[in-house]
């Protein structure tokens, strides 16, 4: 079963698909690897189940995973799910090395967006202490973590591919 959600975003559409089905995922791994024959793309995943196509996916060394705390993430998917992934890019810690002026402390993903791509996120609460846990999210959670993902891969776009 997939959902596709169309999200509205800082004068986008935002396209994102939610899925249990390991097939749906082979077919976007299949498109995107197609989309993209050999260049280098930045991507964004959240998943618990990690079919085959995933694996051979993440381990990809064109693909680069940006995220702030990434290497978080990247534990987790090794020591969980035994996956390497090659290319990793701390946002935040990229944003501190070019922007050492306007990027200081510890900004969240809120902030950098804002400073950097100016990109105004809505952070509420009420959603950020949701079970993210849950087999399914509702309609606000899967905004939320599109907008998320949309401002990362921005970010991590001017940091690595426009500067």
């Known amino acids: ?3 596709t959600h169309l999200v509205f975003y800082s004068g986008k559409i935002i396209e994102t698909t939610v899925t249990y089905r ?3 995922v082979d077919d976007w791994v299949r498109h995107i690897r197609s989309m993209y024959e050999g260049q280098n793309i930045l991507v964004g995943l959240d998943l618990d189940y990690i079919p085959e196509s995933i694996a051979s996916f993440v381990s990809n060394p064109n693909i680069t995973f940006v995220g702030v705390e990434v290497e978080e993430t990247i534990t987790k ?3 969980e799910y035994g996956l390497c992934c090659i ?3 701390d946002i935040r810690a990229l ?3 070019r922007f050492p002026l306007s990027v200081r402390g ?3 993903l809120k902030a950098i967006a804002n400073q950097l791509v100016e990109l105004h996120m809505r952070k509420p609460k009420h959603i950020c202490k949701r079970n993210w846990e849950s087999r399914v999210l509702d309609k ?3 905004e939320h973590a599109c907008v998320d993902a949309y401002a990362i891969y921005r970010i991590g ?3 690595l591919k426009e500067m």
Request: charged share 25%; no cysteine.
């Open 157 to 159: 776009h001017k940091l």
């Open 87 to 89: 290319n990793t890019a």
């Open 106 to 108: 510890k900004p969240g």
């Open 1 to 3: 079963m997939a959902h």
């Open 95 to 97: 944003a501190k090395r």
């Open 140 to 142: 606000e959670q899967i």
């Open 77 to 79: 998917l090794r020591n």
């Open 22 to 24: 390991a097939s749906l």
